[in-house]
Nanobody, 127 residues
Framework: QVQLVESGGGLVQAGNSLRLSCATS????????MGWFRQAPGKEREFVGTISRGGLSTYYAESVKGRFTISRDNAKNTVYLQMNSLKPEDTAVYSC????????????????????WGQGTQVTVSS
């Protein structure tokens, strides 16, 4: 069992930045590919980005590419989401998730492949 706890959300003005963290329990953090997802009010949860087990590969949704960066520190069992140039349409609850991965470099894009989820943290971007 892996527990995930997000932090770092809040209210920011458009154009500013936020850094979300996702701390995980357990000794097997490096066994999982990690992903970030978001859900805006009245909308389906959507994929934001993912990072491979070793942290060398990342993949982002088109809507955030070039503005958001995912990184991880396997020694600290933590994954990060750096969000720059935030827009009002980025307003959502952001959740991190963990997916089993047999490869050090594989990227996991499907929500259904993620088996552990955090509770989420609210990000609100004002115009």
């Amino acid at each position: 069992q892996v527990q995930l706890v997000e932090s770092g959300g809040g209210l920011v003005q458009a154009g500013n930045s936020l850094r979300l963290s996702c701390a995980t329990s357990g000794r097997t953090f490096s066994s999982y590919a990690m992903g970030w997802f978001r859900q805006a009010p009245g909308k389906e949860r959507e994929f934001v980005g993912t990072i491979s087990r070793g942290g060398l590969s990342t993949y982002y949704a088109e809507s955030v590419k070039g503005r958001f960066t995912i990184s991880r520190d396997n020694a600290k069992n933590t994954v990060y989401l750096q969000m720059n140039s935030l827009k009002p349409e980025d307003t959502a609850v952001y959740s991190c998730a963990a997916a089993h991965s047999s490869s050090w470099y594989s990227l996991i894009r499907r929500q259904a492949d993620y088996v552990y989820w955090g509770q989420g943290t609210q990000v609100t971007v004002s115009s």
